[in-house]
């Protein structure tokens, strides 16, 4: 069974800066693409950055330049680097896997889920 687990949330104020880790579990995590979405109280999950199988990455225009996607695959994690964050960035923070090796920027095309790591950043 796939296992998501997400780490690495918390306070910080704007213009600082967070590492997320995602630690999989459950497959053979080299072949699949990985991603981070975020969702917002009221609103959608939207698409933050993903990276596929031969670590090609993809990142929606608001963290463009702000914030890098990396995995490790010997330690089966993927990382996100946040930095120059913002408060608009506030966020619980999910990661994603999906069967396919490319990655797409929609959540339903994802197979699994992790339970979510909580970000905030204060102005």
């Known amino acids: 069974q796939v296992q998501l687990v997400e780490s690495g949330g918390g306070l910080v104020q704007a213009g600082g800066s967070l590492r997320l880790s995602c630690a999989a579990s459950?497959?053979?995590?080299?072949?699949?693409?990985m991603g981070w979405f975020r969702q917002a109280p009221e609103k959608e999950r939207e698409f933050v950055a993903a990276?596929?199988?031969?670590?090609?990455?993809d990142y929606a225009d608001s963290v463009k330049g702000r914030f890098t996607i990396a995995r490790d695959n010997a330690k089966n994690t993927i990382y996100l680097q946040m930095n120059s964050l913002k408060p608009e960035d506030t966020a619980v923070y999910y990661c994603a896997t999906r069967s396919p090796s490319y990655s797409t920027r929609i959540p339903a095309d994802y197979d699994y889920w992790g339970q979510g790591t909580q970000v905030t950043v204060s102005s």
């Open positions: 990276i596929n199988w031969i670590y090609s990455t």
């Open positions: 459950g497959r053979t995590f080299s072949r699949y693409a």
